[in-house]
């Protein structure tokens, strides 16, 4: 009886100790807009792991969430403000994008993610190379064009990624990973 009771407190302590730190570790996210569609929809609550990328970097195909000073929407927020969008360049790499295809250093991207036409190829319609600490992130849905496509988002600095997304929470119909 008394090892049930130990292994029962052991067990209790740890649920409280990653409730304490679940804010540190885990975050929830309800998409606000279809610009990841078909992969996250609106109103789908995903997990964001900020624990991600302490031992290895973001990875090209990773969803993540970033900050940045402006909503999904494109409007200045004021505040600063967190968007989900997917990882295709990654630092040193040189992104171009025509003919509504993504070039990463001269060869095609492979895609099998995306919906919606991209017409607009914005800052890399030219050969853009990005920094050693910058990440090309672009929408899923393609004809949503605020990404790194535009000038007031542009790469994304590795400092200013919040976490991998990794788990659909909800609709639970849908829960699993991403």
């Known amino acids: 009886m008394r090892v049930i009771l130990g292994l029962l407190a052991v067990l209790v302590a740890i649920a409280l100790i990653l409730f304490a730190l679940s804010p540190f570790i885990l975050d929830t996210v309800k998409a606000e807009s279809g610009a ?66 993504v070039y990463i250093n001269g060869s095609p991207l492979k895609e099998d993610y995306c919906s919606g036409e991209m017409t607009y190829g914005g800052t890399a319609a030219s050969a853009l190379t990005l920094g050693n600490d910058e990440y090309f992130v672009m929408a899923d849905n ?33 829960f699993g990973l991403i």
């Open 36 to 101: 990841m569609s078909p992969a996250i929809n609106i109103s789908d609550t995903v997990g964001v792991n900020h624990l991600a990328y302490l031992l290895l970097p973001p990875a090209r195909g990773d969803i993540v969430q970033f900050r940045t000073s402006r909503g999904e929407t494109g409007t200045e927020t004021g505040d600063e403000s967190a968007s989900m969008r997917r990882i295709v360049g990654l630092p040193g790499e040189t992104v171009q994008i025509m003919d509504g295809t």
């Open 142 to 174: 393609r004809s949503n064009n605020f990404d790194s496509r535009d000038s007031t988002v542009g790469p994304v600095l590795e400092s200013d990624i919040i976490g991998k997304v990794w788990l659909r929470l909800k609709p639970f119909e849908s």
